[in-house]
């Protein structure tokens, strides 16, 4: 599986993303935004996932896979 982290514009976006992701049975928790990573708040999912995610309708600000502890970007919104 990989792991990546969704980070979010609001603490609410965050909360909605989550409780997808418990709906689809992927494993996944809330957690402090890393350090090494930026983000317009504070709160991330951290998520585990070999499976395509279906993303519209989220708020999600940036997308990251996390490899032996760096982040690479794999995805950012358009949104200002």
Known sequence: ???????FFSHYDALNFFSMTKEKNITAKIIPVPRKVSASCGTCVS??????????????????????????????????
């Open 1 to 7: 599986m990989r792991n990546y982290i969704a980070t």
């Open 47 to 80: 998520f585990n996932t070999d499976s395509t995610i279906d993303f519209t309708g989220y708020e999600i600000e940036a997308i990251y896979i996390e490899t032996d502890g760096k982040y690479s970007e794999v995805w950012v919104s358009d949104s200002d």
